[in-house]
């Protein structure tokens, strides 16, 4: 799976609309600001602080852990002993893509691609970082390390490539 652990949603999905309603939505938006700020928190703290009413509160959560961008953090008992969730915004990315899951698998190959970049440039910067450390002592020891930091950036770097294009071609 990916190194990164994210919801997809089509965006012709049904939460994709829920989604964007709650994204236009300023009682929703700043119910959500507060418990990134300051999480975990209940229904009726949430209710008090932004004194909106519980009903309204209960309605955003509700939308919001459906499309993921809300979750349970715990549980607390309240003053009757009942059982009181708390909740905090989720930490999941939510990618929205047209054609949702059968378009995954592209995202996920542009991320390798991403990673094989990365891939070069940092074997590309340990050849500099070696070449500026060890062109200043001269002599043949220099040279014979030079010429194995090159050789040691060039195989990674095509190794890199390699199985970024696997990957694109499966």
Not at 17 to 30: G, H, M, R, T, V
Not at 136 to 146: L, Y
């Given at each position: 799976m990916g190194l990164l652990n994210y919801e997809v949603i089509d965006i012709h999905d049904e939460r994709a609309?829920?989604?964007?309603?709650?994204?236009?939505?300023?009682?929703?938006?700043?119910i959500l600001k507060l418990i990134e700020e300051r999480p975990p928190r209940s229904i009726s703290e949430i209710?008090?602080?932004?004194?909106?009413?519980?009903?309204t509160v209960s309605y955003h959560i509700d939308r919001m852990l459906k499309v993921g961008l809300v979750e349970v953090a715990g549980r607390k008992y309240g003053k009757r002993l009942q059982e009181v969730k708390l909740y905090r915004a989720s930490s999941k990315p939510i990618l929205i893509l047209p054609g949702g899951k059968k378009k995954h698998r592209t995202w996920e190959k542009l991320r390798v691609i991403n990673?094989?970049?990365?891939?070069?440039?940092s074997t590309g910067g340990v050849y500099f970082a070696v070449k500026l450390l060890t062109g200043?002592?001269?002599?043949?020891?220099?040279?014979?390390?030079?010429i194995l930091a090159v050789n040691t950036a060039q195989e990674a770097s095509k190794t890199s490539i390699d199985w970024a294009l696997c990957l694109l071609q499966s």
């Open positions: 609309k829920e989604l964007a309603q709650i994204l236009s939505n300023e009682k929703a938006l700043s209710s008090q602080e932004l004194e909106i009413p519980i009903s990673l094989a970049v990365s891939a070069v440039a200043r002592n001269g002599g043949e020891q220099s040279e014979t390390v030079r």
